[in-house]
């Protein structure tokens, strides 16, 4: 039951991406600008733009433009179809490598970042459950909401000035790794993972502490909406009926904790995954701050060059992960409630 | 706390490695790092592409240079041509043709020679338009070198390849030859747009597909015979240059460069102040004045060919109005501008053209800020104290690249309020810079804007006139503000091919004169291009296309 159930999740997915690609094809056209200016910008005779448009292919009829970009016009090179992204327009390079180059990046750090988030959140979401209306539970809901109501910018560049410039206990937001270092070959594109499979731990704990600030600036904004689901969830798990039935069991407290807190996390994981998804392209303040170079700086950039070809990469890759999550959430809820069946 | 020493001690370990090789090397923080090292390509016109370009190509002639203004940064002296590949040239005003000889002896990286070979292969890629940007062919149709005609644009396919117009005469001989006499000839073999590809090594990493290598040059590197080698580069993240030993103007006192993308010019600041980056660029007036005094650091400016001006658009009502555009040209707080947005580096802008290129010429005919005198001129023009101005609301909305908030804004806001107080119905239309390109260069429907990116890049007021000024009917190429004056293009038409200096220069006098009684753009102010540097960098250059040469600097 379970594999077909993920099958018939990957086959819709796989329809609303289809549906994305055609709808995104369609909307970065109607955004107001020429990207053929950006070409030409110091030369902008009439014949140097009719050059650059048909570089650019933006000559075409649409319908035509759309049969390139998917790949099914004969005798045109691959597309979409065939798993080409297509060609930067800023860059000239493939965008499936400049996208393999920079997503590792966003998915370490928002790995790192909502890993250490739950370990933060859970105790603390637990605690200020235990008793309502108590002194942790204010502190907690004065943290939660001043944190979750920050700017992560701000924060970022704080951290910086304290920890980096004032303090000196950080690295310079100069990227994962310091300029001078040389990095590990790459295998997953993860320098975390790389480093160790290349035997290096001096580049491991470099690019840890690379990570810290960024890391630490995510946990503190992520960890305030956390720490408040985590919180509500398990109050309401408490005051349910086979707490109530644990309790008169006589079972210990913790085994009771850990019940309510099983119930508590299926709501709360929907929330993480989400906002995983969500961040995939909003670590871009972040991401920008520390130097990083992932997907939310590409994407960024890809933007405002109106670059449609990465423009369509990039939308394309952080739906399909957000599918991806949204699917491993559910089979989560599977294994977190006993009542969800498929 | 155990783990963060821990992480701490393991970075201070990796910076100490650093610090050992601080003599030979540098770390240069900038906004981005190059997207392409092709300037037929589509990176071509991103500033920091064209830094990368620099370093490690070469171009056939530069410029002889000043003593260090008073900040420390050198600058070129305009007047007198120097030989860079080039050894020794002639110019033949029968024939029209330049005879250029060639340095000989001259090693690129990887084992690449210049000779002759090499400069027909450039001008031929040029003449192929076959990249996605073709500035090559552009600069050299700018400067008149035979059959580099828009005809290449057509479906001749004779028409793009190279002829006997750029002739290799020996190993170490090449004839340029022109279509009519033009002094922008050696003005232009000077920008970056036509410095050297080394033939061999190009046709080495072409394919059937991509005959002129721009896959290789866009993504890869750029066989050329520059000071500096590409050791590896990683787009959006970091370019590394190694010194060319064998340069023929000497090796680089700076081994190797460390070019490192650090998108928040906050943090290039604090980098900067730890001792950890040597260089840094594109900081707002704000933060270089900041690190004016700063311990260990100086900041480097030039009065070069930056400035910010008012674009009014002719073929917009009520700027069709003489008297409406002189009007706004007197209603610009200049002083506030320099004082509040720049921090003093700035200076009133007298011109159409920068104040430090040849052939540039200071008007009688002066926009100085003026209150009264531009409420008297909007009455003049039937609109006192704005009355009527209403009906033309959309065509002032000022529009600026929202990009450049953090420097723009006050200026923007200093403009709308002093304009507003005459009568002017103002209102700020930030836009990206995307759709600011598109609408000045290409719709041209742009009615009213703040512009402080247009650098000429030829260092010549002709130069600028025909990029600017001269109307598209007659050959005008980025004519953003529709400005169409037969009698202007006529005088342009001949100090473009008059061989006399001084004569050449009194025309480009009278064309400016011209272009300030008709206020053709709005004239701000000439803001300083600024650079800080560790106090250990010394030979800071300014050149015209705002990159710095590593080549030039050396670490005390």
């Known amino acids: 039951m379970l594999t077909r159930y993920v099958f018939r999740r990957v086959a819709i997915g796989l329809i609303q991406l289809f549906g994305l690609v055609i709808a995104v094809f369609f909307l970065i056209r109607l955004l107001p600008a020429d990207p053929v200016s950006r070409f030409v910008g110091l030369n902008s005779s009439e014949e140097a733009y009719a050059q650059a448009e048909r570089n650019l292919g933006l000559d075409r009829p649409i319908m035509t433009q759309l049969g390139h970009y998917l790949g099914v016009l004969p005798g045109e090179g691959e597309g979409l179809l065939q798993g080409s992204l297509g060609t930067s327009w800023v860059t000239g390079t493939a965008v499936s490598t400049e996208i393999a180059q920079a997503l590792p990046v966003t998915l370490e750090l928002l790995t790192l970042a909502f ?68 990095a590990p070959p790459d295998v997953t594109g993860f320098v975390l993972i790389d480093s160790l499979l290349a035997g290096r ?17 995510m946990v503190f904004i992520l960890s305030g909406p956390i720490i408040k689901m985590v919180r509500q969830n398990m109050v309401r798990a408490l005051g349910s009926d086979f707490v109530l039935y644990a309790r008169c069991a006589g079972l210990p407290k913790w085994r009771v904790a850990l019940y309510a807190l099983r119930a508590a996390m299926a709501p709360s994981m929907t929330l993480i995954g989400i906002l995983y998804g969500f961040m995939l392209g909003g670590a871009v303040l972040i991401e920008s701050v520390f130097s990083l170079g992932g997907l939310g700086q590409y994407a960024i950039r890809s933007i405002l060059a109106f670059d449609y070809p990465a423009i369509q990469g990039v939308i394309l890759v952080i739906t399909a992960i957000s599918l991806l999550v949204y699917l491993a959430l559910d089979l989560i809820h599977a294994v977190i409630d006993p009542r969800v069946t498929f | 706390m155990n783990t963060l020493k821990l992480l701490a001690g393991a970075s201070a370990l990796a910076l100490a490695g650093a610090t050992a090789l ?4 540098m770390l240069f923080l900038a906004e981005d790092v190059p997207a392409g090292l092709n300037y037929d390509g589509p990176a071509a016109a991103i500033p920091t592409s ?24 050198i600058t070129p002296d305009f007047g007198t041509f120097e030989g860079r590949l080039v050894e020794s040239w002639s110019y033949d005003a029968d024939t029209l043709t330049w005879t250029l000889n060639l340095r000989q002896g001259v090693q690129g990286c990887d084992g690449a020679t210049f000779n002759a070979d090499d400069v027909v292969y450039t001008f031929a890629r040029g003449k192929s338009v076959s990249g996605a940007a073709p500035i090559g062919w552009f600069l050299s149709n700018v400067a008149s070198i035979a059959n580099f005609t828009p005809a290449v644009f057509g479906e001749d396919a004779a028409a793009k390849e190279i002829g006997d117009e750029v002739l290799k005469v020996d190993d170490y001989t090449v004839t340029i030859r022109q279509s009519e006499p033009n002094a922008l000839f050696l003005p232009v073999l000077t920008i970056f747009g036509l410095y050297m590809f080394d033939k061999e090594l190009m046709d080495a990493n072409a394919t059937a597909d991509d005959p002129w290598a721009h896959e290789y040059t866009n993504n890869v590197n750029v066989p050329s015979f520059g000071p500096y080698c590409v050791e590896s580069w990683t ?36 980098i900067l102040r730890s001792g950890q980056a040597q260089l840094v660029q594109g900081l707002t007036p704000r933060e270089f004045d900041s690190l004016r005094g700063a311990d260990g650091i100086s900041v480097g400016a030039v009065s070069g060919n930056e400035n910010l001006f008012v674009h009014m658009n002719f073929d917009v009502p009520p700027f069709d109005n003489p008297l409406v555009r002189r009007a706004v040209a007197h209603s610009i707080p200049t002083q506030q501008i320099i004082d509040n947005a720049y921090f003093g580096q700035a200076t009133a802008w007298k011109g159409h053209v920068p104040s430090s290129y040849p052939g540039y010429h200071e008007s009688g005919t002066q926009y100085e800020y003026n209150p009264d005198g531009a409420k008297a001129l909007l009455a003049e023009a039937g609109y006192p104290d704005g009355a009527g101005l209403d009906a033309y609301g959309e065509a002032f909305q000022l529009t600026y690249v929202s990009e450049k908030e953090t420097t723009l804004g006050p200026i923007v806001n200093a403009i709308s309020t002093a304009m507003r107080e005459i009568g002017f119905p103002v209102t700020l239309n930030p836009i990206p810079q995307t759709q600011y390109g598109d609408r000045q260069l290409v719709k041209r429907d742009l009615p009213f804007a703040v512009n402080d990116q247009e650098k000429p890049i030829g260092v010549d007021a002709g130069y600028a006139t025909q990029l600017f000024f001269v109307s598209p009917e007659s050959g005008g190429l980025n004519n953003m503000v529709n400005y169409r004056n037969a009698d202007m293009d006529a005088i342009w038409a001949k100090a473009r091919v008059e061989p006399d200096t001084a004569m050449r220069d009194g025309m480009l006098a009278e064309i400016q004169d011209v272009l300030m009684n008709d206020v053709v753009w709005g004239p701000v102010v000439e803001y300083n291009t600024q650079w800080a540097f560790s106090d250990s960098v010394t030979g800071l250059q300014w050149h015209a296309d705002n990159s710095v040469r590593f080549h030039d600097l050396s670490i005390e």
């Open chain 1, 115 to 182: 890993f250490f988030a739950l370990v933060l959140s859970v105790p603390i979401g637990m605690l200020a459950a235990i008793r309502p209306g108590g002194a942790a539970d204010k502190g907690v809901f004065v943290y939660s909401l001043f944190a979750g109501s920050q700017p992560e910018f701000w924060w970022g560049l704080l951290f910086v000035y304290l920890f980096f410039f004032t303090w000196g206990v950080a690295p310079a937001p100069l990227g994962i790794l310091s300029p001078l270092t040389s």
């Open chain 2, 235 to 270: 787009k959006d993240d970091e370019i590394i240059f190694s010194a060319n030993e064998d340069y023929y103007r000497g090796a680089p006192a700076i081994k190797r460069v460390v070019m490192k993308k650090v998108p928040q010019s906050s943090n290039r600041v604090v």
């Open chain 2, 22 to 25: 601080q003599a030979q090397e």
């Open chain 2, 50 to 73: 064209q830094t990368g370009m620099v370093n490690v190509m070469e171009p056939l002639f530069g410029y002889a240079t000043n003593p260090p203004n008073e900040s420390g940064v």
């Open chain 1, 201 to 217: 731990p001096d580049v491991f704990l470099e690019a840890a502490h690379h990570y810290m600030l960024p890391v630490a600036t």
